[in-house]
């Protein structure tokens, strides 16, 4: 083996690898050519760092020199100065860092000092495509030790003692399911595990596979002992196709190294598994209609009882669980049940990845002690709301959940604090918007998504968001009455109580929860056909202020309807009747003389 | 999503069919094996005309509605081909809330495409994707699978005319 005395690490997770790191990988090894230094720097390939809003991300070690918006023309710089010369770039250097002068490692950052990895521990550290970096951190350990030290029903006390509980919105007890599943006898039981991220704007999923696959491999199996199970399958959305990849390159080198197959680990148990990719149902997340489309057949949810535990997959006893629930699994065996504990709340344990998105300045993953706080989230972690503007509201748990308005930026994110104001954990989306974000474009903007995913096995569903989604078009049209509200939340209602699965039954979610803390803009769009943050077309206008407009002509050039007449140096005006409120005008617009109202 | 029967006709080649027919045969038997072949299918046409589900129904002896239904009922099956200039504005939540709907609304207005479907000479096609998991660069839009984020709107016209004369 080479002695290497620099490693760089690129980020190959799917925000940076759309922003060129592969082609900042390739650079970096033609220029440690041209420098000759190809024996003395390595370039390694790993999951996301976290923090995408800085991507490309560029990690050197030892020193833990963190380069961010890296672009391939930027790689000589780094090679030529900081890997031959040992002078650190400054002006590729994380913007906080930039203001000081000093570089500080990765850890030491606002975005990092605050989180706690456990499910993410592995990804922007190792090169998923390689086992061998995977068991160089302790990996396949737990698996050796559950095999070899452990019975079925220690690993499961051990999992249910961590106070682990499922991470894919419900957050159902693991330790318990496991249990269950265990307590169903037969000649074949499945393990599978869901990788079907439906919800927008959350990815946590995603950077797992692509960043650390073998910590879902290694607990898939680790369950599959615990319940008895020879056979897992993986069922993962074709959208990601890095991440299949990844689990696939994964799944090949865990065979060829024993640790699927016969006999593994030489103590005779025995499991394999297969990947089955999803083709774009949200409602194949809900866990029956999961298996259902295993079965190939159309994705739409059965009744329970009987749970999968007794009756699931191809009608066998099936134990399903979440790619965030699995990937803590092997640090709860290794570390015990006690480490993960000590952190979160007495009854949300451990920790949850978020995905930070909109209108936040740090955009990306975060991993959280559960009860943390969403002001520390949001202002510490996520470095506040962009551009000057006002924190409004951030919507967690996408089509299933609710928002969490300003006035109670305090609650603690863990299970029951959100669940008590009307919001959920959820999958982990937690989506930041300012002042800008309309609340009933917002819901609308949800209903139109579980009306289109409703999979229409059952009335109150199928029908229900539609006639919901017609009622909220009705109100940010400029048509809605009072009643119209009344019935929005009596519709609500009865399609919570009458839905057959959780996709149904959590829809109104987003209109309740935005009627609770909002309701004053609903009551805008209704009786001043009004749309305080600027949002809804239908009731906004454009006009021209005449003191202000100079007549440069160049509104005039833009607007793609032709609605806006003047002659040059005279005041120009908007005709209502031409135009598409399409807002180009204002941007275009150099003295602020076009006001939106 | 629309997912209508397409207009324009088929043409398949013999090489196609026999790619399909080796996906059938290694697939045949394989319990849940309908999903599998039909993402090589649209792997191998592009899209699942009704002339493709014929010949996955026959293949695997599995009903015509059973192979329609599945193909409907998943957002990843498409009845219709995509343009020689494919292009997709995510509107996941995090890009909904930058503004992905004014993006999706040029590129209407600059392709004369509407969201689902394909321009009538086959150069243009437009969907609006669920989130494809890029939220730390949003707004997002895709052209013929080079992804384009941060943009604004005005970004539109000069990003599509990159692909127009072959020039990508």
Request: a neutral charge.
């Amino acid at each position: 083996m080479n002695f290497v005395r620099t490693n760089i690490l690129v980020c190959g997770g799917t925000g940076c690898t759309s922003s060129k790191s592969p082609e900042i990988m390739e650079e970096f090894g033609r220029q440690l050519k041209a420098f000759g230094l190809e024996k003395e720097a390595r370039v390694v390939q790993t999951g996301c760092f976290g923090l995408c809003a800085a991507g490309p991300i560029v990690v050197v070690y030892p020193e833990g020199t963190y380069y961010c918006h890296v672009r391939p023309e930027d790689v000589k710089d780094i090679v030529s100065e900081h890997i031959l010369k040992g002078r650190i770039v400054r002006r590729l250097l994380y913007s906080e860092d930039k203001a000081s002068g000093t570089a500080r490692s990765l850890e030491e950052t606002d975005f990092y000092k605050k989180q706690k990895r456990i499910v993410l521990r592995n990804c922007g550290v190792i090169n998923p495509e390689d086992i061998t970096e995977y068991i160089a951190f302790d990996g396949y350990m737990a698996l050796a030790k559950v095999l070899t030290e452990m019975t079925p029903q220690q690993v499961i006390d051990e999992v249910k003692a961590s106070g682990l509980r499922g991470r894919g919105g419900a957050g159902f007890p693991t330790g318990q399911k496991w249990q269950y599943a265990a307590g169903y006898e037969g000649p074949v039981k499945y393990v599978c595990c869901n990788a079907d991220e439906g919800d927008p704007g959350a990815f946590m999923d995603r950077s797992v596979l692509e960043g650390d696959p073998h910590s879902v491999i290694e607990a898939m199996a680790i369950a599959a002992y615990a319940i008895g199970s020879k056979q897992g399958y993986v069922y993962v959305r074709a959208e990601y196709p890095i991440a299949v990849k990844r689990l696939k390159i994964a799944i090949s080198q865990a065979r060829e190294y024993g640790f699927l197959g016969k006999d593994i680990f030489g103590t005779g148990f025995e499991f394999d598994m297969d990947v089955r990719l999803g083709a774009g149902a949200f409602v194949c997340g809900e866990e029956t209609a999961l298996m259902t489309s295993i079965e190939g057949n159309r994705g739409e949810p059965r009744p329970r009882p009987p749970f999968p535990a007794e009756k699931g997959l191809f009608g066998r006893p099936t134990l399903l669980n979440n790619v965030e629930t699995y990937a803590n699994i092997p640090w709860i065996i290794n570390n015990g049940a006690a480490a993960y504990a000590a952190y979160g709340t007495e009854k949300s344990r451990g920790t949850k990845v978020f995905a930070l998105g909109g209108k936040i300045t740090n955009t990306g993953l975060v991993e959280i002690p559960m009860g943390t706080p969403l002001r520390e989230v949001i202002e510490d972690i996520g470095g506040g709301v962009p551009n000057g503007k006002k924190f409004k509201a951030a919507q967690t748990g996408g089509p299933s959940g609710g928002c969490i308005p300003a006035s109670l930026i305090d609650t603690p994110l863990d299970y029951e604090n959100m669940a008590a104001i009307g919001s959920i954990v959820g999958s982990g989306g937690l989506i930041v918007m300012d002042e800008d974000n309309c609340m009933v474009d917002i819901a609308k903007f949800f209903l139109e998504f579980t009306r289109d995913e409703s999979c229409g096995k059952c009335s109150p569903c199928r029908i229900g968001t539609t006639r919901m989604y017609e009622i909220l078009e009705k109100i940010t049209s400029g048509n809605g009455t009072l009643e119209d509200i009344d019935t929005l939340e009596e519709l609500a209602r009865h399609i919570n109580e009458n839905s057959l699965c959780g996709l149904g039954q959590t829809a109104p979610k987003p209109i309740i929860s935005t009627l609770t803390y909002f309701r004053d803009e609903y009551v805008a769009h209704v009786v001043d056909k009004r749309c305080p943050a600027g949002v809804c077309k239908a009731l906004l206008s454009y006009r021209i202020l005449a003191d202000k407009c100079r007549g440069c002509t160049v509104c005039a050039r833009n607007c793609p309807a032709g609605a806006i007449s003047g002659t040059v140096k005279q005041a120009h005006s908007i005709d209502p009747a031409k135009c598409v409120k399409c807002g180009v005008c204002l941007e275009k617009c150099k003295f602020g003389a076009v006001v939106r109202e | 999503m629309p997912n209508r029967k397409t207009l324009v006709p088929f043409r398949g080649t013999r090489e196609q069919e026999e790619r399909l027919r080796a996906a059938i045969e290694r697939h045949r038997g394989e319990p849940g094996a309908t999903m599998p072949v039909m993402q090589e299918a649209q792997e191998i046409y592009g899209y699942l005309p009704e002339e493709v589900q014929i010949m996955i129904a026959e293949g695997l002896g599995v009903p015509l509605t059973e192979v329609y239904g599945v193909s409907s009922f998943y957002a990843q099956f498409t009845h219709n081909p995509k343009g020689e200039v494919q292009i997709s504005v995510c509107l996941g939540t995090a890009c909904y809330v930058k503004g992905s709907g004014a993006i999706l609304e040029r590129v209407c207005r600059k392709t004369g495409c509407k969201a689902g479907e394909i321009t009538p000479d086959g150069k243009f096609s437009v969907d609006a994707t669920r989130c494809v998991g890029a939220c730390g660069l949003a707004p997002v839009m895709i052209v013929n699978g080079d992804v384009y984020g941060r943009i604004v709107p005005d970004n539109v016209d000069a990003i599509i005319d990159g692909y127009l004369d072959g020039k990508k």
